[in-house]
């Protein structure tokens, strides 16, 4: 494997690219290594395991943020009203990948599912972009507890894959008043529990493919999927000022329906 050290880096670069975006990092790395020939468990478990590089880019990026909230939770209202917030959304989620995990992996891991998801994850945008006014909630600060529990139950959603973490949170903070800028950053917030989660949960059920060739590769993944997402952070946070999620959308049936048309 390491004599192809070009997939690794183009296989982070496209968990880097599709991450953080309404597009689904799973299915396009499930598309990717199925065009490429990379499949199998041990693919399974690096397409997981590479989200530790775009965890690291969020902490990167919002590390000013992440720290003053750090500090002020044992003395300030608004930082543990965040923390609450973030934990409350994270718990729906991490009970069902729990429960569910091995059976999503061996059934849901296959072109098909992305290819439906996608376009059914288009249409859901096109419709909650539609009908949605200007978000009341403005600031992380304002998120209560039941907005929290609506995007946390959205997440759970994007345990299929296709769906998009991103596209099922950032679209639930739409649906409970919050605008765009903070369903976003609300989303990146609760990347870091959930995906942290996932990875390590994944890394120790799949430890025996952990052998030192492998790491070669998570290493070579891990970098490229943090410097790319890194970069699509910061454009996306500036984006979406000015745009809706609507390019998104259309994208992903395009896409959808372009795999359909090939199976």
């Not at 880096?9 to 990092?25: D, K, Q």
Request: aromatic fraction near 12%; glycine fraction near 10%.
């Amino acid at each position: 494997m390491t004599a192809d050290w070009w997939l690794p880096i183009l296989l982070g670069v496209v968990e880097g690219l599709t991450e953080f975006l309404p597009v689904s990092s799973t299915g396009h790395l499930i598309l990717t290594g199925a065009a490429l020939g990379f499949t199998g468990e041990f693919a399974k478990t690096f397409e997981v395991a590479i989200q530790l590089g775009a965890i690291l880019a969020v902490v990167a990026y919002f590390r000013e943020r992440l720290l003053g909230l750090a500090r002020g939770v044992p003395r300030d209202e608004h930082a543990r009203s965040v923390a609450l917030a973030v934990a409350v959304a994270f718990l729906p989620a991490a009970v069902v990948g729990f429960l569910a995990h091995g059976a999503i992996k061996t059934y849901l891991f296959n072109t098909t599912t992305v290819a439906v998801t996608l376009v059914v994850g288009g249409f859901a945008i096109l419709a909650i972009e539609a009908r949605r006014a200007g978000g009341g909630v403005s600031r992380l600060e304002a998120v209560d507890l039941r907005a929290a529990l609506w995007v946390g139950v959205a997440q759970c959603l994007s345990l299929i894959p296709g769906v998009s973490r991103a596209g099922a949170t950032i679209m639930g903070g739409l649906l409970a008043g919050m605008d765009r800028k903070t369903a976003s950053e609300f989303s990146f917030f609760l990347a870091l529990p959930t995906m942290f989660a996932a990875t390590v949960y994944d890394a120790y059920k799949s430890r025996a493919l952990l052998v030192e060739e492998n790491l070669v590769w998570l290493t070579l993944g891990f970098v490229a999927a943090f410097v790319t997402a890194l970069a699509v952070i910061a454009v996306f946070m500036r984006f979406i000022q000015r745009h809706t999620f609507r390019v998104f959308a259309y994208y992903r049936i395009v896409l959808g329906v372009i795999l359909l048309a090939a199976a």
